[in-house]
């Protein structure tokens, strides 16, 4: 079946410090690549996302490219924040007709401090 | 326009009983989902729906029922609560998939 892995946290990061979260895929076809943000207390929010090989997903300074031959969606920053402290998931949506069920990985905790 | 919404935001139960979980959508979208979020765990799809009137099973359904009535609502279902359903409760609709403020649930 579908699985999505990322690296394990917590990661901690210093103000203005870059980040790289990893996440690598097994599913069949091509499904689309998702990077969700989780804030403390809150829900889950779409942060960036890619649909087909090669494509870049980017939004508020982050970015994730779609590489089919490493099956691989890592997320990068060049500065982070404090603000940008929260939990990361890496999901991934089977291609076709279906339900638009995500698959998520089991999420990377980012603190980053003053 | 609300998004997603979640009833209650917390709750405490014991261990066999019995509550359900509503969440609403006021964007017309047809496919709902039900999540749980463990710590490690990522989140997990418990039951989902295409539709008014149909439901499915996801990845880790036992101890859950559901139910769509209507398009805009999608009940989750615990007719005897385990404190292994100890978790945080996510309901999302889609597409795209949008997700509610979660409900904290404690079995004790």
């Known amino acids: ?114 | 326009n609300a998004g997603v919404t979640q009833t209650p935001k917390f709750r405490v139960l014991k261990t066999g009983q019995s509550m359900t979980l509503l969440c609403a959508q006021d964007m017309n979208h047809e496919y709902m989902y039900w999540y749980r979020q463990d710590p490690g765990m990522g989140l997990r799809l418990i039951h989902y729906s295409v539709g008014e009137g149909t439901t499915a099973k996801g990845e880790v359904p036992d101890g859950y029922n559901v139910s769509r009535l209507k398009k805009q609502n999608f009940l989750l279902g615990l007719e005897s609560a385990a404190p292994s359903q100890t978790s945080v409760y996510f309901c999302a609709s889609s597409y795209p998939t949008t997700f509610g403020p979660g409900t904290r649930l404690t079995v004790l």
């Not at chain 1, 969700?36 to 090989?53: D, I, M, N, R, S």
């Open chain 1, 1 to 114: 079946g579908d699985s999505v892995t990322q690296m394990e946290g917590p990661v901690t990061l210093s103000e203005e410090a870059c980040l790289t979260i990893n996440c690598t895929y097994t599913a069949t076809g091509y499904p689309s690549l998702f990077w969700y943000v989780q804030y403390p207390g809150e829900g889950l929010q779409l942060l960036l996302k890619a649909t087909k090989a090669d494509d870049k997903g980017s939004n508020k300074g982050f970015e994730a490219t779609y590489r089919k031959e490493t099956t691989s969606f890592h997320l990068e920053k060049g500065s982070v924040q404090v603000s940008d402290s929260a939990v990361y998931f890496c999901a991934l949506r089977r291609s076709g007709a279906g339900s638009y069920q995500l698959t998520f990985g089991k999420g990377t905790k980012l603190s980053v401090i003053p």
